[in-house]
């Protein structure tokens, strides 16, 4: 089969495209023929460093997020899979590549009238976003700032807030603004201009998808009974607000996005059924051939992406 090694950390030129031989479904696992595979940032740092969740021995085919189409079952696996569109994790490896073999009890069935690419862009991105604003909870009335708000997550939390009755204001890199305001944003600002921040607050939210001084000045826009999420480092560092400080400010920094593997299906199911329903729109900026997975990173890297990053493996499965 067709896959993209990982043979050392460093720049993207490390992922170089290969074969490995094709997968056999174990115990309770499926094979699934890959249509699309999902990219992450952490992915990117993963790749350059070795950070991240992710484990294992190099050379690996990294990746964690596939969707396709189930072309095989192992023993004590309902043969009546095969032939289901799913999106799954992989476990942290494995998904720069034509087929995956996977946990059955990992799969998350694509609803029918929901479109692969769609349901895969929504994979990781859709649950955490819905993690983040159950663990801040916005209500009607409130102002929330979302940073990064152009990117995979940010999208989907200026819908998700703007539906939850929050004014909602979107900070993105200069040329993205347009994207910011069409999903539903009050304001839009450019978080790369001097003074960004000025006059934006008081807020009660800020989803911080940056970090660095970003996450700083959005900190110093909060009010008393302002609540701070940080799941994001897109800036190349975590924001450095600690939890003394905004107790003087009387500001909450919560660390609820998290879940059990069985919570994170049931969001990313739930992501899957709001986008089937027209709730939810993931945008996706951009699509690179498996082949070209190095281009996908660099792309990432260099902040020239809107939106989701796929891989397009097979498309032909799409259907």
Known sequence: MRVVWLTRYGDPSVLEPGTAPDPLPGPGQVVVDVAYANITFVETMFRATGFGPYTGDLP????NGVGGVVGAVGPGVDPALVGTRV??????????????????????????DLALDTA?????????????????APR????????????????LLVQLAKAAGATVLGAAGGGKLGLVADLGADRAVDYT???????LGPVDVVFDGVGGAVARAAFGLLDRGGRMLSYGLSSGAWSDVTDAEAAARGVTLLRGATGTPAELRALTGEALRLAAAGGLRPVIGQRFPLERAADAHAAIEARATRGKTLLVVDQALSG
């Not at 201009?193 to 006059?199: E, K, L, S, T």
Request: charged fraction near 15%; proline fraction near 7%; glycine fraction near 18%.
């Open 60 to 63: 690996m085919v990294p990746g």
């Open 87 to 112: 999106v799954t994790s992989t476990g942290g490896s494995g998904a720069y590549a034509s087929r995956v073999a996977v946990d059955a009890a990992g799969l998350v069935p694509v609803p029918a």
């Open 120 to 136: 895969v862009a929504l994979l990781a991105d859709g649950r955490t976003a819905l993690l983040l604003l159950r663990a801040a």
């Open 140 to 155: 009607p009335g409130e102002r929330v700032l979302v940073e990064a708000a152009a990117g995979g997550v940010g999208t």
């Open 193 to 199: 201009a001097p003074g960004w921040a000025d006059g």
